[in-house]
């Protein structure tokens, strides 16, 4: 079972940020936090990672609480093309055995 | 270029065939994934390989198997397709040994078994 719960839908304004939420409560000292995205019919694409500090590159920041139990990935100006489904997944460091845990992410809808 | 690209992208098929789909990354990755993707879009891990060695191998029934003839490729065989096969799999290949495991996936073949 997926380590995370996410809220299953959310809507928002184009050109506003859009904030997303992941609870992962049970999140282990070594397990870092990514977030992938699945826009539709298409295959999952990354978007960010972090472990204890928030992040930011080109497409997202990601915003860690201080007791890592949750996190909202921020896109800042969102776009009709950023509607899809948003995976917030957990997963241990340098170990590439480690399969991928997906849930059943948050279906964001970008609305003009 | 297309990072990794899967063949066919569609495919329809009668209960009881054979198939396989056909994954290329041209990423230099090491190591490739297998998932599955059913109606209710959960996507689920099937397989993984690591310079050509199985690493994961989730409870998927026998009549899947993976085939890696080098490290850019890897096929998924079917045999004796099943309705309950009908599904959208993606495959997907990741770079071993780092700190994060960014992984790339294809497009998606979706299966359909009539």
């Known amino acids: 079972d997926a380590k995370t719960t996410q809220p299953p839908s959310m809507d928002c304004a184009e050109g506003r940020a859009a904030n997303l939420p992941c609870n992962h409560s049970?999140?282990?000292?070594?397990?870092?936090v990514y977030w992938y995205r699945q826009i539709h019919s298409q295959g999952p694409q990354y978007i960010i990672h972090?472990?204890?500090?928030?992040e930011t590159n080109e497409m997202a920041s990601l915003i860690i609480t201080e007791d890592r139990k949750s996190s909202t990935l921020i896109l800042p100006h969102a776009t009709l093309r950023d509607t899809a489904v948003y995976y917030c997944?957990?997963?241990?460091?340098?170990?590439?055995?480690?399969?991928?845990?997906w849930g059943a992410g948050t279906k964001l809808i970008i609305k003009p | 270029d297309t990072a990794v690209s899967q063949t066919p992208k569609y495919l329809v098929t009668q209960m009881g065939n054979d198939k396989s789909i056909k994954c290329e990354q041209n990423?230099?990755?090491?190591?490739m994934y297998w998932y599955k993707q059913d109606s209710k879009k959960f996507l689920k891990i099937m397989f993984s390989?690591?310079?050509?060695?199985?690493?994961i191998n989730e409870t998927v029934p026998n009549r899947f198997s993976p085939k890696s003839p080098d490290k850019a490729h890897l096929n998924l065989h079917i045999n004796s397709l099943e309705l309950g096969d009908s599904a959208v799999y993606f495959c997907?290949?990741?770079?071993?040994?780092?700190?994060?495991?960014?992984?790339?996936f294809g497009p998606g073949t979706r299966l359909t078994v009539l």
């Open positions: 972090g472990l204890k500090n928030n």
């Open positions: 990423l230099g990755h090491d190591t």
């Open positions: 049970t999140i282990s000292g070594n397990e870092y």
């Open positions: 390989y690591n310079n050509k060695e199985l690493i």
């Open positions: 997907a290949s990741s770079r071993r040994g780092r700190v994060y495991n960014e992984q790339f």
């Open positions: 997944i957990v997963r241990p460091p340098m170990d590439s055995n480690y399969q991928l845990i």
